[in-house]
């Protein structure tokens, strides 16, 4: 048996995946934060970092706020516009009421990452029958209002929880601007179920002129700011999620 010197070290920085995409080469790392010790799952878009395992509390939150809205029914019918790291999707199916989940993603590798076991919450996601993971442009689904599951059952949703860009002001891709519209958002609201709800995360603060927007289309509209600890920074930071009902 081989003596502690001799064991392998554990890689700080491992990269599981790259991949060119249309709108730039997405990779997957691994690596061990030096400040928590913790192992990080991190996605880049080129040299942009997409998102990190290391901050999830407005992921999840994102989830719990929306869904917060719908309390009390039962057989809920979600949709998540975008997968990443299946911090969101994991948080939906945490709530029992959920009766089917969709996620909807551009980025085939990224559904792949889930399908093969390279990200924590994989498994679990893919596993649950509940859910059901589309390649597809979720903007372009929400524009044409003929429902997000080519495969599912047509009719409204529930829920509507949309983590893609990192603002409505911050896009990834400029032709994902008119789904920030009033046009944009009042064909997305076509296909929520009456009692239903819209909630979309931010990586900035919130943002008045789109929260009138948004008030110009749904009901009850909120902007709530979600504060979580920055470890490498030694702060707090802060993320954003809107929220409105139909």
């Given at each position: 048996m081989p003596d502690s010197q001799?064991?392998?070290?554990?890689?700080?920085?491992?990269?599981?995946?790259?991949?060119?995409?249309?709108?730039?080469?997405?990779?997957?790392?691994r690596?061990?934060?030096p400040t928590t010790g913790r192992e990080v799952h991190e996605v880049k878009l080129d040299d942009d970092f997409l998102m990190s395992s290391l901050f999830v509390e407005a992921e999840v939150a994102l989830a719990d706020i929306g869904l917060d809205r719908l309390a009390g029914r039962q057989g809920v019918r979600?949709?998540?516009?975008?997968?990443?790291?299946?911090?969101?999707?994991?948080?939906?199916?945490?709530?029992?009421?959920?009766?089917?989940?969709?996620?909807?993603?551009?980025?085939q590798p990224v559904i792949d990452w889930h399908r093969r076991g390279l990200v924590p919450l994989g498994a679990g996601i893919v596993?649950?029958?509940?859910?059901?993971?589309?390649?597809?442009?979720?903007?372009?689904?929400?524009?044409?209002g003929r429902g997000f599951d080519r495969d599912g059952s047509p009719g409204p949703?529930?829920?509507v929880l949309v983590d893609i860009d990192h603002s409505p002001s911050h896009l990834l891709a400029p032709q994902n601007a008119p789904f920030y519209t009033a046009e944009g958002l009042a064909a997305l609201r076509s296909q929520i179920a009456d009692g239903g709800v819209?909630?979309?995360?931010?990586?900035?603060?919130?943002?008045?002129?789109?929260v009138a927007v948004l008030a110009g289309v749904f009901s009850d509209v909120d902007a709530r700011v979600v504060a979580f600890d920055n470890p490498l920074q030694d702060r707090q930071a802060t993320n954003t999620v809107y929220v409105a009902s139909v």
């Amino acid at each position: 048996m081989p003596d502690s010197q001799d064991a392998a070290p554990r890689r700080r920085l491992e990269e599981l995946d790259w991949q060119r995409t249309p709108i730039g080469a997405i990779s997957l790392r691994r690596r061990v934060e030096p400040t928590t010790g913790r192992e990080v799952h991190e996605v880049k878009l080129d040299d942009d970092f997409l998102m990190s395992s290391l901050f999830v509390e407005a992921e999840v939150a994102l989830a719990d706020i929306g869904l917060d809205r719908l309390a009390g029914r039962q057989g809920v019918r979600v949709v998540v516009g975008g997968l990443g790291l299946g911090y969101t999707a994991a948080a939906v199916l945490a709530h029992h009421e959920v009766g089917s989940l969709v996620v909807v993603d551009a980025l085939q590798p990224v559904i792949d990452w889930h399908r093969r076991g390279l990200v924590p919450l994989g498994a679990g996601i893919v596993g649950d029958p509940r859910s059901r993971l589309v390649h597809g442009d979720f903007f372009a689904l929400a524009a044409a209002g003929r429902g997000f599951d080519r495969d599912g059952s047509p009719g409204p949703v529930d829920a509507v929880l949309v983590d893609i860009d990192h603002s409505p002001s911050h896009l990834l891709a400029p032709q994902n601007a008119p789904f920030y519209t009033a046009e944009g958002l009042a064909a997305l609201r076509s296909q929520i179920a009456d009692g239903g709800v819209f909630a979309l995360w931010s990586n900035d603060p919130p943002d008045d002129e789109f929260v009138a927007v948004l008030a110009g289309v749904f009901s009850d509209v909120d902007a709530r700011v979600v504060a979580f600890d920055n470890p490498l920074q030694d702060r707090q930071a802060t993320n954003t999620v809107y929220v409105a009902s139909v």
